[in-house]
């Protein structure tokens, strides 16, 4: 049983879920070239950190804080670089964001790092338009990307690509998605399929659902009836373990999909809640997620500098100091311009490697996980660099 799904005022980049609610479509992407503005490398560059603070959302206020915590444990372990941190409240609101942008980049500030939702980065991203000056947002939402704006979140993309071609690779490639009718639904089932084409697996057929407990039930005879028409091998499942997953793990085995006989895969995180490793139908499943050792040393190192854990996208506000940082301590005065921010070597960040991409996007290297005996167990480790395995 899970709850019924509702939609939300905001989209917020999640580990826990897959975004749900309106999206925005950004400013117009385009292709992002030198743009952004000429910093001295010598002094304090100013970076403007817009979270939503004053937020009437319920846990606003710990999020805004945590990510103000991680910037500043990213700012004390840079080298030789000094990071001028203005914190900015945008309240939550997209009109508020535009306000503060506009009024950070009149404080001086070369960069802005946040905010959180996609509407409130859409809209600041919009305000500073004109300054040339770039946003690193905490959104995974893509449709906010381009043009000055960057989306710091893992992304649908980023998952589904690093899973398809694992799945083809273990000879798991003929692939029944299945995925919701909604917005984010939307968004997973186009990243699946792009991530599908893009390797030698094979799409084998499509099953969507209504969000809705009696939407997963009557889906159910039809996943069946798709898999064993097709020969299928594998289901990669948009369902989030807040929502749908739960119901699905447990009724397509009773329904005869065998999870020793058909491989699970799944586009969100199977591992939070950690109640979610109880369940037996998400044993053997496959997920990706960011390298476990290195997430486990910021936790520690986070837990160790403010008592307590880190919010679940705490760590963004951490890669994006880290890489202003790697940036500016070349020394050069285009360091925060477009060009320079998706150099593609990318840069070492709380869970692993990531790059900006030029379309405003992200890559980040991920590992792949399944739950054995309720455990998580990495079967496929995230890569070191890129252009190495897992990419």
């Known amino acids: 049983m899970f709850a019924v799904f509702k939609p939300t005022r905001k989209i917020v980049l999640s580990t826990l879920a897959l975004a749900s609610a309106a999206f925005l479509t950004a400013c117009d992407p385009v ?6 503005p000429s910093i001295n490398t010598s002094k304090p560059v100013p970076v403007a950190l817009l979270v939503p603070k004053g937020s009437a959302q319920s846990g606003d206020a710990v999020l805004a804080q945590s990510l103000e915590n991680a910037a500043r444990l990213a700012i004390g372990d840079l080298q030789n670089v000094q990071i001028d941190l203005r914190v900015y409240d945008t309240a939550g609101d997209a009109n508020t964001a535009a306000a503060v942008a506009k009024q950070a980049v009149g404080d001086g500030a070369k960069i802005i790092l946040g905010p959180v939702y996609a509407q409130a980065a859409n809209a600041a991203g919009l305000a500073v338009l004109g300054n040339k000056v770039n946003v690193l947002s905490f959104s995974n939402n893509t449709s906010i990307a381009g043009g000055n704006v960057f989306v710091l979140g893992p992304t649908f993309n980023n998952t589904a690509n690093r899973l398809a071609s694992f799945a083809a ?4 490639g003929n692939i029944v998605m299945v995925h919701s009718n909604d917005a984010a639904g939307q968004l997973g089932r186009s990243a699946i399929e792009q991530a599908i084409a893009g390797t030698s697996a094979s ?6 659902f ?14 069946k009836a798709t898999v064993d028409a097709t020969g299928a091998n594998s289901i990669f499942l948009t369902a989030t373990t807040a929502g749908a997953l739960p119901l699905y793990t447990q009724l397509l085995p009773e329904a005869g999909v065998s999870t020793t006989d058909i491989q699970y895969i799944g586009l969100t995180r199977w591992d939070i809640p950690a109640q979610t490793l109880e369940l037996p139908g998400v044993q053997g499943g496959w997920f990706a997620l960011p390298d476990p050792s290195k997430s486990q040393q910021f936790r520690a190192r986070y837990q160790g500098a403010y008592g307590g854990a880190p919010h679940p996208i705490g760590g963004l506000a951490y890669d994006g100091i880290a890489a202003i940082g790697a ?8 360091a925060l311009t477009g060009a320079a921010l998706t150099q593609s070597a990318g840069f070492q960040g ?13 890559e ?3 590992a792949v996980a399944t739950i ?6 990495v079967i496929d480790s995230a890569p070191q660099s890129f252009g190495g395995v897992g990419f």
Do not use: E
């Not at 692993?352 to 996007?361: A, E, N, S, V």
């Open 210 to 223: 209504d969000r809705s407990q009696q939407g997963v039930i009557s889906s159910i005879p039809q996943v």
């Open 169 to 172: 690779s273990q000879g798991k």
């Open 350 to 362: 709380v869970g692993g490697i990531f790059r900006l991409r030029p379309d405003g996007t992200n």
């Open 364 to 366: 980040r290297g991920l």
């Open 31 to 36: 292709p992002i070239g030198g743009g952004g």
């Open 327 to 334: 940036l500016v301590g070349a020394g050069k005065s285009d």
């Open 203 to 208: 799409l084998a057929g499509t099953v969507a």
């Open 372 to 377: 054995q005996n309720k455990q998580v167990v």
